[in-house]
């Protein structure tokens, strides 16, 4: 659905006795559209808080629900079966159950570490096993103190053994070098046990680590291999019955546990009222926001169960409040795969322009502008038909990308980087580059005139009437931007008159009148403010518009390398010259495919976003009854 803005909201305050909260709270979660995030308590006279113990009670069976879940990896449906109230006494016995549940888990997780650990050791006596196997003997002589012999198995620096080696040679030992491991190598050193605290210093200088050799490895290699292989097939075992244990403990359990997860969604709802609740007596307020098109459904709905019992006040949002007031995000199913790209920046505030239909159409444009070949774009298009059941939303991510680089493509004329297989519709980018970039600085004015248009949109919104009027970023801004964008003009064409500087300076006036307004310092410096703040204003509205510039200048470096590919190719012949056309194609797609990606984004939010965008709201998350959602 085509949305400019979040959907509207109110502020509902309700007003109930106290038993009557939990039908309350179940109406509120099925209707899906009550949100307690933020509600500022209004009456301060209702200060009792109600339902501790039914709180701990939910958060300790939800800690170990989840717990239970993640362990068993059980898959959740989305709604529960029956709906009803779920009393204390029933939330405390499912709480009990869930403890019995995850103490068994437990003992089955304690059982996976230790077969982990055992996994881990029979990897290392493998490891170990194959470095010293080679000696073909039993190598529990090394542990043993021999009468005449010093024998001792280390690892040991490569760049030191040349050197080591000389040396306990002048002591009457021998250094065998057996394995090289990368940086290291496993050596054995051997003499006579006369000498060997003669040769401790030079081991310790050369950082020789003696290598203990486990019960496990004593014995004929055939003998050591045949331990292995045991030890494996042990672990293995032991691995297939626990696995076994878990699915038939699973089995038996998973109705007790989706049934103690609808016990927990039904007991939520409570118990986030619970939390916000305050009252004097029997008498209990909550409050929240509500969707306004689900008002008087809830209303209704509440009367018919409570009755005259109920008291409910429903109000706008004040223009104060729009900061804590939940935002709706635009959820279209052509916007939804660019929708976490402007999460990544921020929600919109309440009330304000949604900007995800704005952004969708201009990333979208914008990449096709600086990305455009026919070939290129109908790879990611292919590569979004490939990941269309494992990634769905990157997938039309890419779909809707390689549509705009199809589209300019044709545009260009380009297929792979050739130019002659179509005929270009427009131009090719490199046979007038002065004119793309004319077309990328009007892009840019477009761009920033649009945003400046929802600047002014977004403050008259929010009843902020000076700062639309007079705010660098409001109508001030917008006519001080068009003066000097005019100016400019003027002054290329010769036709520049010095008063036409008037122009600047009226917005600059306005604008500056607005900061001595919002300042709090003296006037001094208010002044220097003013004059600082004005002058990096026309900065940034500069900078800001020659970035755009980059639309043409990544068009023209496709060209670019794409005539670097073909003239290494034309350097070749035969098989060679067409591995370079195809790799160098691939390099472009992946490489460049990723600047432009960026670079747009970059585009968006820094010479975009920051003009209009809020970016300090917050998602409406309303109450449910989804088990799904408890995690």
């Known amino acids: 659905m085509f949305s400019l803005q979040s959907k509207p909201m109110q502020y509902m305050s309700l007003y109930l006795l106290k038993d009557d909260v939990p039908s309350a709270a179940i109406i509120l979660a099925q209707s899906q559209s009550f949100d307690l995030s933020k509600a500022n308590q209004e009456d301060s006279l209702l200060t009792e808080h109600y339902d501790e113990d039914y709180a701990n009670q939910f958060e300790q069976a939800l800690g170990r629900y989840k717990k239970v879940v993640f362990f068993l990896k059980i898959k959740l449906k989305n709604r529960v079966k029956n709906i009803s109230h779920i009393s204390y006494d029933y939330l405390k016995q499912s709480n009990e159950l869930l403890g019995e549940i995850w103490n068994q888990c437990i003992s089955f997780e304690i059982q996976q570490r230790k077969l982990l650990e055992q996994k881990r050791m029979i990897n290392h006596l493998k490891s170990l096993w194959k470095n010293i196997a080679k000696f073909d003997t039993d190598l529990s002589i090394l542990d043993n103190q021999l009468d005449f012999l010093d024998i001792r198995l280390g690892l040991m620096p490569s760049g030191h053994v040349i050197r080591l080696k000389k040396s306990l040679s002048l002591e009457g030992y021998y250094l065998l070098e057996h394995v090289q491991s990368g940086e290291n190598t496993h050596v054995l050193v051997a003499g006579l046990q006369e000498n060997q605290e003669k040769i401790q210093d030079l081991l310790d200088a050369a950082t020789f680590q003696k290598i203990q050799i486990p019960a496990e490895l004593h014995g004929?290699?055939?003998?050591?291999?045949?331990?292995?292989?045991?030890?494996?097939?042990?672990?293995?075992?032991?691995?297939?019955?626990?696995?076994?244990?878990?699915?038939?403990?699973?089995?038996?359990?998973?109705?007790?546990?989706?049934?103690?997860?609808?016990?927990?969604?039904?007991?939520?709802?409570?118990?986030?009222?619970?939390?916000?609740?305050?009252?004097?007596?029997?008498?209990?307020?909550?409050?929240?926001?509500?969707?306004?098109?689900?008002?008087?459904?809830?209303?209704?709905?509440?009367?018919?169960?409570?009755?005259?019992?109920?008291?409910?006040?429903?109000?706008?949002?004040?223009?104060?409040?729009?900061?804590?007031?939940?935002?709706?995000?635009?959820?279209?199913?052509?916007?939804?795969?660019?929708?976490?790209?402007?999460?990544?920046?921020?929600?919109?505030?309440?009330?304000e322009l949604d900007p995800s239909w704005f952004f969708t159409l201009s990333y979208i444009l914008m990449f096709g502008m600086m990305f455009g070949d026919i070939g290129h774009?109908?790879?990611?298009?292919?590569?979004?038909?490939?990941?269309?059941?494992?990634?769905?939303?990157?997938?039309?991510?890419?779909?809707?990308?390689?549509?705009?680089?199809?589209?300019?493509?044709?545009?260009?004329?380009?297929?792979?980087?050739?130019?002659?297989?179509?005929?270009?519709?427009?131009?090719?980018?490199?046979?007038?580059?002065?004119?793309?970039?004319?077309?990328?600085?009007?892009?840019?004015?477009?761009?920033?005139?649009?945003?400046?248009?929802?600047?002014?949109?977004?403050?008259?919104?929010?009843?902020?009437?000076?700062?639309?009027?007079?705010?660098?970023?409001?109508?001030?801004?917008?006519?001080?931007?068009?003066?000097?964008?005019?100016?400019?003009?003027?002054?290329?064409?010769?036709?520049?008159?010095?008063?036409?500087?008037?122009?600047?300076?009226?917005?600059?006036?306005?604008?500056?009148?607005?900061?001595?307004?919002?300042?709090?310092?003296?006037?001094?410096?208010?002044?220097?403010?003013?004059?600082?703040?004005?002058?990096?204003?026309?900065?940034?509205?500069?900078?800001?518009?020659?970035?755009?510039?980059?639309?043409?200048?990544?068009?023209?470096?496709?060209?670019?390398?794409?005539?670097?590919?073909?003239?290494?190719?034309?350097?070749?012949?035969?098989?060679?010259?067409?591995?370079?056309?195809?790799?160098?194609?691939?390099?472009?797609l992946l490489l460049e495919g990723a600047v432009v990606a960026i670079q747009t984004l970059r585009l968006e939010y820094y010479e975009g976003f920051s003009r209009f965008f809020y970016a300090d709201g917050f998602l409406f998350e309303p109450l449910n009854l989804s088990p799904k959602k408890l995690l």
């Open 377 to 588: 774009g109908l790879c990611f298009m292919g590569l979004a038909v490939l990941l269309l059941r494992k990634l769905p939303e990157f997938s039309m991510f890419l779909l809707f990308i390689g549509l705009s680089s199809v589209l300019f493509g044709f545009l260009y004329g380009s297929f792979f980087c050739y130019e002659h297989v179509f005929d270009a519709i427009w131009m090719t980018p490199l046979s007038d580059p002065i004119l793309m970039l004319e077309m990328a600085f009007w892009w840019g004015v477009g761009f920033i005139v649009l945003l400046n248009l929802f600047s002014i949109y977004n403050r008259f919104s929010a009843k902020k009437i000076r700062q639309a009027m007079m705010d660098g970023q409001g109508l001030s801004g917008l006519f001080l931007y068009l003066s000097m964008i005019w100016l400019g003009y003027q002054f290329i064409s010769d036709d520049y008159k010095s008063s036409y500087w008037l122009l600047v300076m009226i917005p600059l006036i306005m604008i500056g009148v607005n900061k001595w307004f919002d300042s709090d310092e003296t006037h001094g410096e208010r002044l220097l403010i003013i004059i600082i703040e004005s002058y990096e204003l026309m900065i940034n509205y500069l900078a800001n518009t020659i970035s755009f510039l980059r639309l043409a200048a990544f068009s023209l470096n496709h060209v670019a390398l794409a005539i670097t590919v073909f003239t290494l190719a034309d350097m070749l012949e035969g098989h060679a010259h067409w591995l370079v056309i195809v790799f160098g194609n691939l390099f472009i």
């Open 220 to 351: 004929q290699p055939d003998k050591v291999n045949s331990k292995i292989s045991d030890l494996e097939s042990q672990y293995h075992a032991e691995l297939m019955h626990l696995k076994l244990s878990i699915e038939i403990f699973q089995s038996r359990n998973i109705n007790q546990i989706l049934q103690v997860g609808d016990t927990l969604t039904l007991a939520r709802p409570y118990r986030l009222l619970s939390e916000q609740m305050h009252g004097i007596g029997a008498l209990v307020n909550v409050n929240g926001w509500i969707l306004q098109s689900q008002v008087e459904s809830i209303k209704n709905q509440l009367h018919n169960a409570l009755g005259k019992k109920a008291v409910i006040l429903t109000r706008a949002p004040h223009p104060d409040e729009y900061e804590i007031t939940p935002s709706v995000v635009n959820q279209s199913t052509i916007i939804k795969p660019f929708i976490k790209l402007i999460k990544h920046y921020g929600i919109p505030r309440y009330n």
